[in-house]
């Protein structure tokens, strides 16, 4: 399964793996917006398509 993260800012982030899915949409969200989001809030956001 493939994860994807699409900001408002344009910024994209896909990965087949949750894990890396939730640490890099957490850094991108805290380092270029200031924002905490909690995994519940990252994985709401994210599209799943089957690989």
């Known amino acids: 399964m493939t994860f994807t993260v ?3 800012c344009g910024a994209v982030v896909q990965t ?5 899915l939730i640490a890099q949409v957490s850094d ?3 380092s270029v917006h200031d924002m905490d989001l ?3 809030d990252i994985l709401a956001m994210a599209n799943n398509a089957e690989s």
């Not at 087949?16 to 890396?20: P, Q, T």
Request: a negative charge.
């Open 38 to 40: 909690s995994r519940e």
């Open 28 to 30: 991108h969200a805290s």
């Open 16 to 20: 087949d793996d949750e894990e890396s």
């Open 6 to 8: 699409k900001c408002f």
